[in-house]
C-alpha cells in the first residue's frame, strides 16, 4: 500500500486504485491495531527512554526529559534497561533497544551495528516525511551535521527547508533517525523536540563529535 500525503490528510494508493482520504491520525490507529505493541524503558544520559514496537519493527521512541541537566554526567554516558515488557518482545524491538545502549556506552560501533526495522505510518509509503527521514537516515552519518536547507537539496526538494523542519518534527524514532543532526544554515543547533529539549540535542551532538574525535 502506497501512502500519498496531502495536507493534513493522506490519499491511500491500492492495487486497484485510490480509494479516498483517511485522516492521517485514522490510518495510524487502522495499521497499529494490527500490532501487538510491547515496551522498554531504558535509563540514559538523556533520562528515561521507551521505546515501543511490534514484531514487524519499532513504531515510536520517547525521550520522557526526567532528568534534570545538571544531573546529566558527560563522563561514560551509559545506558541500561529499567522496565522490560511482561511478555516476549520481538527481535526488532531488542535490536532497537541493543542500538541505543551501544549509542551511549560505545558510539564508535554503532555504525557496524544493524538498524531495526521501522514500523511506523509516517516512514511508510511515499510521504514528503518519509522520504527526508529515509535521506537523513542514509546520508548522514554519525558526528555529521547538516542544514534544514541541504537536507532538503539531498531530499529532492531544494525550497521546501522549512517544510524538511517539520519532518523533522514528526520523526517517530529520534536517536534512531538522528533528527538531532539537522541544524540551521547560520550553525546554531536550531530547536530539537519543539524547543523543549534543545538542551538534549546540544548535549547529542557534543556526544558523537567527542565520540567521533576519541
Not at 500525503?5 to 492495487?15: F, S
Not at 548522514?140 to 521546501?160: D, I, N, Q
Request: net charge positive.
Amino acid at each position: 500500500m502506497l501512502v500519498l500525503q496531502r495536507g493534513e490528510a493522506d490519499i491511500v494508493q491500492t492495487p486497484y486504485g485510490r480509494k479516498g482520504f483517511i485522516q492521517g491520525s485514522e490510518m495510524k490507529k487502522q495499521r497499529e491495531s494490527q500490532c501487538t505493541q510491547k515496551t522498554i524503558s531504558l535509563l540514559s544520559p538523556l533520562g528515561t527512554i521507551q521505546v515501543r514496537g511490534c514484531e514487524n519493527g519499532v513504531h515510536t521512541i520517547q525521550i520522557l526529559m526526567d532528568v534534570a541537566p545538571a544531573e546529566r554526567s558527560g563522563a561514560a554516558p551509559l545506558s541500561r534497561v529499567v522496565n522490560d515488557s511482561p511478555a516476549e518482545t520481538s527481535p526488532e524491538l531488542q535490536r532497537g533497544v541493543e542500538w541505543l545502549q551501544a549509542y551511549f556506552s560505545e558510539p564508535r560501533t554503532t555504525g557496524s551495528l544493524p538498524l531495526p526495522a521501522f514500523h511506523h505510518p509516517a516512514l511508510q509509503g511515499g510521504t514528503f516525511t518519509s522520504r527526508v527521514l529515509q535521506v537523513l537516515l542514509r546520508d548522514v552519518k554519525f558526528g555529521e551535521t547538516v542544514s534544514y536547507k541541504c537536507l532538503a537539496e539531498m531530499a529532492g526538494t531544494p525550497r521546501a527547508a522549512q517544510a524538511v523542519g517539520g519532518a523533522m518534527r514528526r520523526n517517530p524514532v529520534p536517536l534512531l533517525i538522528p533528527c538531532h543532526r539537522v541544524i540551521s544554515s547560520s550553525g546554531q543547533s536550531g530547536p530539537y523536540m519543539s524547543g523543549k529539549g534543545d538542551h538534549l540535542k546540544q548535549w547529542l551532538l557534543t556526544h558523537e563529535r567527542q565520540g567521533r574525535e576519541g
